[in-house]
């Protein structure tokens, strides 16, 4: 028999290489130069070509499901230990599941807390220069109660602050229009640069111009349809 | 004790019938004349490389057996679990066919 030059292509030897060992690997490329040997003695390098490539597709098909089958039966071999363990060793075990449960459950609300936390307010354009300033107290914990004065001390000193905006939150105020009143329990007061740093899309007047004057308001389209009806 | 397909009972007696000359080819061949039918590559390499890791079968290679500019060829060869197995699969088979009569007789009648 003329031995044709036969030659597992690289990357189908990869592909092989992610099922068997290089053992079983020169086990089928000896078989498949045999075959492509054959085919070609009886009809010819082009035909042995295309009898060869169908045997490879087979043969991975073959090794993709076998190996397939095996990592089951090796879950199924290993889940089988474990339960034993289990079994023998039930105090440590029971550590040992406790200990890693509450890790993962800690991780996890962590995980959905930060998600939380990040998913606020992404449309402000500024977002990434946009910093908090707090008042560290006495006890270790921070407050934003700061003196009025420190944003414009901020703005005029620092010169990496580009713009300051204090935002003075009045919890629970009643607000009149004409004879009817409302308690109002979100309204603050704050400076014209609140459009420069915060890009709150308006639904009518400009953000450049709405805070300038001292008496001037910005109301949401809800409290707007409250006070003056529609 | 897990029970072995047909095709891996059929290679583990090929390898044992072939002693020293059972290597990919050859067992191939010894099941195509076992069963008379052409085997596809795979049918027979896949459960081949199942028993070699469930630890029926091992391989070795002879020394001096490198073909023509070519790696040594990989012999196939019985563990001793393998050859327990052999015996386990022969009782099973003999008695699952014990008190049968010749059928192709049984059935021409």
Not at chain 1, 184 to 194: C, G, Q, R, W
Not at chain 2, 47 to 69: D, M
Request: hydrophobic share 45%; aromatic share 12%.
């Amino acid at each position: 028999m003329r031995q044709e030059e036969f030659r597992l292509p690289r990357a189908v030897r990869m592909l092989f290489g992610l099922f068997v060992d290089c053992e079983m690997l020169s086990t089928i490329e000896e078989d498949l130069a045999q075959r492509y040997a054959e085919a070609a003695a009886a009809s010819g390098t082009s035909y042995a070509r295309l009898r060869s490539a169908g045997a490879m597709l087979s043969l991975l098909v073959s090794f993709a499901i076998e190996s397939l089958l095996w990592s089951l039966t090796m879950f199924k071999n290993y889940l089988k230990v474990a339960l034993r363990r289990i079994r023998r060793r039930k105090v440590y075990a029971f550590i040992n599941i406790l200990g890693l449960s509450i890790g993962l459950a800690c991780f996890m609300l962590i995980g959905l807390w930060v998600e939380d936390e990040l998913s606020f307010d992404r449309f402000h354009e500024n977002k990434d220069r946009i910093f908090r300033v707090l008042n560290r107290m006495e006890d270790g914990s921070a407050s934003y109660s700061l003196t009025y004065a420190l944003g414009p001390a901020l703005e005029a000193q620092y010169a990496e602050v580009e713009v300051a905006c204090r935002v003075w939150p009045w919890y629970g105020s009643l607000v009149k229009y004409a004879d009817r009143s409302f308690m109002e329990f979100n309204i603050a007061l704050t400076d014209p640069s609140f459009f420069q740093v915060f890009s709150f899309p308006l639904l009518k007047g400009d953000p450049a111009t709405a805070l300038q004057d001292r008496l001037s308001i910005v109301l949401s389209e809800e409290t707007a349809r409250r006070y003056f009806g529609d | 004790m897990d029970v072995l397909s047909r095709i891996e009972e059929m290679l583990l007696l090929a390898i044992w019938k072939l002693e020293h000359n059972a290597y990919g080819i050859s067992i191939r061949e010894q099941v195509e004349r076992d069963t008379g039918v052409k085997w596809m590559s795979g049918a027979i390499y896949a459960p081949l490389n199942r028993l070699k890791k469930s630890g029926y079968v091992k391989t070795f290679q002879a020394e001096g057996s490198a073909e023509k500019g070519g790696r040594p060829r990989v012999y196939y060869r019985l563990t001793s679990l393998g050859k327990d197995k052999l015996v386990t699969l022969q009782e099973v088979s003999q008695s699952i066919w014990l008190g049968v009569p010749d059928l192709k007789k049984e059935f021409k009648s």
